[in-house]
């Protein structure tokens, strides 16, 4: 199985801004780096694949690690879906057979979320990482699903894993999934 590791941050992070931020919430610095580049080192220690960043409100050249390939999604406007579909065309391209998704706000999860979920056995095509028995990020998408996933709107994989939960692996996981939203969760985690 050939893999490629997602790392979705083409959002305009409307709450971050509307919190008071002066500058997008991915670029801003956590810990000595750019919030998006936590989730972007997770994956890279992972080893899944090519690490792969879907970009559209703000351009992260200039933030994300040399050996990052970087995807442009001019249509993040009208939501995630069109960000997994961008990065599902580059897979395609690719010849992948799998792609393990995360978000660039969740700078609690870690290599071994994204390791346990690339490694999941390929039936059900659907594994999805679990935290105290909550489903978050990454989940890995077989693609035997590709076809199933929304083109449009502001969801992605949620809605085939709610409505095909037998195309589905729970995955437990350690790590802390959840967004970096507010200028208040940025400071939770710094």
């Keep these: 199985m050939t893999l490629l590791a997602v790392v979705l941050a083409a ?9 008071g931020a002066g500058e997008h919430k991915l670029v801003t610095s956590v810990r000595g780096e750019a919030l998006v ?24 050249t200039e933030h994300v690690p040399a050996g990052t390939t ?25 010849r992948c057979s799998a792609v393990v998704v995360g978000l660039a706000d969740q700078p609690g999860v870690g290599p071994a979320a994204w390791r346990a979920v690339a490694a999941s056995p390929s039936l059900p095509p659907i594994a999805v990482a679990t935290y105290d028995g909550r489903r978050a990020n990454p989940v890995r998408l077989a693609e035997a699903v590709w076809d199933l996933l929304p083109e449009t709107g502001d969801e992605g994989a949620r809605a085939v894993m709610r409505d095909r939960p037998e ?13 970096v939203d507010t200028v ?6 710094s």
């Design 11 to 19: 959002g305009a992070g409307q709450r971050f801004a509307a919190s």
């Design 37 to 60: 580049n936590h989730a972007v080192r997770a994956a890279t220690a992972a080893a899944v694949g090519e690490v792969v960043v879907v970009q559209g409100a703000v351009d992260l």
């Design 70 to 94: 970087l995807v442009d999604n001019p249509r993040w406007p009208e939501g995630i879906s069109t960000s997994l579909q961008a990065a599902l065309d580059h897979a395609r391209a690719r």
């Design 167 to 179: 195309l589905v692996r729970e995955i437990p996981c350690s790590g802390e999934p959840w967004d």
């Design 184 to 189: 208040e969760d940025l400071e939770r985690w």
